[in-house]
């Protein structure tokens, strides 16, 4: 009697640490692997990373955050103005983000100045309120990269983030 | 006996309890990814003067004259819009999104690299136009811009306005 309650109790603990340490098992942490990179980027080319930031298992009262690294690749300093933007375009199976994204989307430093050369993390937070209501499954927003240079004709670098709701 | 059982139960117990906050977790959390890609673009040069222009003139540069320098790592879609509503200086001019003039309203269109009158895309504010579609990686491609003079003038103020190329990831 005593062994089959022993042997009982034992395989119910083994059971349990089994299957705790399945549960532990986390999902979607790994990074896909990068498409078309081609290594280091350019020091004397100004430029932009991540291109695209994906936010899965995301609900109101979640918060999720990236940094937007920007380099200054001229032998000057330059002005740069960050901020929210409604897609050009969104990624199959997605939607453009509601109007009211953009309240929930903050920007630590949305008017850097980098010296020459330098290279600056800018944290971007995606704040959802616990009583926001939105319709859409999955839906895109992106945050722009402009250099304020004064010119007639001007380049705007994007970092596209793809939201997809738990 | 009972002193073996109650050992194993508090044994049992303590296996389990630490396990019980893991349990509870939600395997649900918010994962954030990214890949280590770069968009990087620049154009020169950064301006053209039109001069000075007759009503409903249509003067335009080449269509290469303007170079994006693109050393992106991964292949791009490049979109063409205009930043404000309107042209800056004197008596504003109306941007049209349409390309046609009128009294006091401009327009424009750009082409890339090829002939004016040939996949025409209009610089639009409203809405960006596709000019450059899945822009292979460091690859750079030039284009051109091409005014719609208004019909009419209400001053001969110089005008202006900001066109702007955006770049993300295809």
Known sequence: MLKKVVCYLLALALLGVVGCSQQKVPENLTPPPAEESTGEPPIDRTWISPGKVMVGNFYPGARAEWNLTIHNGKDTPADFAVSYRVPDYVAEGFEKAPPEAQDWVIIADPTPVLAPKETKDILVFLDMPKTAKIESKKWEFWIAVMEQTGGMVVTEMCSRWLVSMR | ?170
Not at chain 2, 71 to 84: A, C, H
Not at chain 2, 140 to 161: C, M, R, Y
């Open chain 2, 1 to 170: 006996m009972r002193r073996i059982l109650v050992g194993l139960l508090l044994a049992l117990a303590l296996t389990l309890m630490p396990a019980l906050p893991v349990l509870a977790e939600t395997t649900a959390d918010v994962t954030v990814t990214a890949t280590p890609t770069y968009i990087a673009i620049t154009v020169a040069p950064t301006s053209y003067d039109f001069e000075v222009v007759a009503e409903s003139a249509t003067p335009s540069t080449t269509t290469s004259h303007f170079t994006i320098t693109n050393s992106s790592s991964v292949s791009t879609n490049n979109t063409v819009s205009v930043t404000t509503a309107t042209w800056s200086g004197g008596v504003t001019w109306t941007h049209s999104d349409t390309a046609t003039p009128d009294a006091d309203t401009a327009g424009l269109k750009a082409n890339k690299g090829g002939t004016w009158g040939e996949g025409d895309v209009i610089v639009q504010y409203t809405t960006p136009q596709v000019l450059a579609a899945d822009q292979a990686a460091t690859t750079n491609w030039n284009f051109g811009l091409k005014l719609f003079a208004p019909t009419s003038f209400s001053d001969g103020v110089e005008k202006s306005i900001i066109v702007r190329i955006s770049a993300a990831a295809a």
